[in-house]
């Protein structure tokens, strides 16, 4: 009875270099939808996957930033040239189905800091 | 198309209520409400649908005013474990989520 898992739990970077983060959904979830949480702040969306597919890349924050899930389950957040600004908590969540009318279940999220 | 919370936050003493709201400027699908507690992932707690259905597994009961986009979560005789910021999210288009800025409830003895 796993959750959602996020690797690694913590990042440091120094500014510039590129960066992977990684998500395990629940098994059989279709639905994958990242998030970004900067101290103190609110929940920011990134991106959305339903199974292999991003319907929705609008809240990627720059071209930095790209997204992809393979075999409909894991899934990859890479920054690259990474800036400070980039210095959050980077939390995934999967859902059962791809409309809103499912809960959302979120992972423990990664700490991401850039020197 | 971030939605709009009120209050930013409010303090509570044990037993006491609380209302937190949630209105958007676009038509909404559904409502969802989650809360965070400091150093942990955010955690459901219900949905309102169109149409009135709801889900959620929480003593905690809310509203959903399509009309006027609106969102309501009551909290009521608030507990030590209510702590935590709490969010509503919106999904506007069907297809994703936008959440806002989160109210801070703390809850004392």
């Known amino acids: 009875g796993a959750g959602v898992s996020q690797s690694p739990s913590n990042k440091v970077t120094e500014k510039g270099k590129d960066v992977e983060l990684r998500c395990d959904p629940i098994s059989g979830h279709t639905a994958l939808y990242w998030y970004r949480q900067s101290l103190g702040l609110g929940l920011e969306f990134l991106i959305y996957f339903q199974g292999n597919s991003a319907p929705d890349k609008s809240g990627l924050p720059s071209d930095r930033f790209s997204a992809e899930r393979t075999g409909g389950s894991v899934s990859t957040l890479t920054i690259q040239r990474t800036q400070q600004e980039d210095s959050a908590v980077y939390l995934c969540?999967?859902?059962?189905?791809?409309?809103?009318?499912?809960?959302?279940?979120f992972g423990p999220g990664t700490r991401l800091t850039v020197t | 198309q971030q939605p709009v919370q009120s209050p930013q936050a409010v303090i509570l003493r044990e037993g006491e209520d609380a209302v937190i709201n949630c209105s958007s400027s676009?038509?909404?699908?559904?409502v969802h409400w989650y809360r965070q507690k400091h150093g942990e992932a955010p955690v459901f707690l219900m949905i309102l649908l169109k149409g009135g259905e709801q889900k959620g597994h929480e003593k905690i009961s809310a509203s959903f005013n399509e009309k006027k986009q609106q969102s309501s979560l009551y909290l009521t005789a608030s507990q030590l474990s209510y702590s935590g910021t709490y969010f509503c999210?919106?999904?506007?288009?069907?297809?994703?989520?936008?959440f806002g800025a989160g109210t801070r409830l703390t809850v004392k003895p």
């Open positions: 999210g919106t999904d506007p288009s069907g297809n994703d989520m936008r």
């Open positions: 676009k038509a909404l699908y559904s």
């Open positions: 969540a999967s859902s059962p189905g791809g409309t809103l009318s499912y809960e959302q279940y």
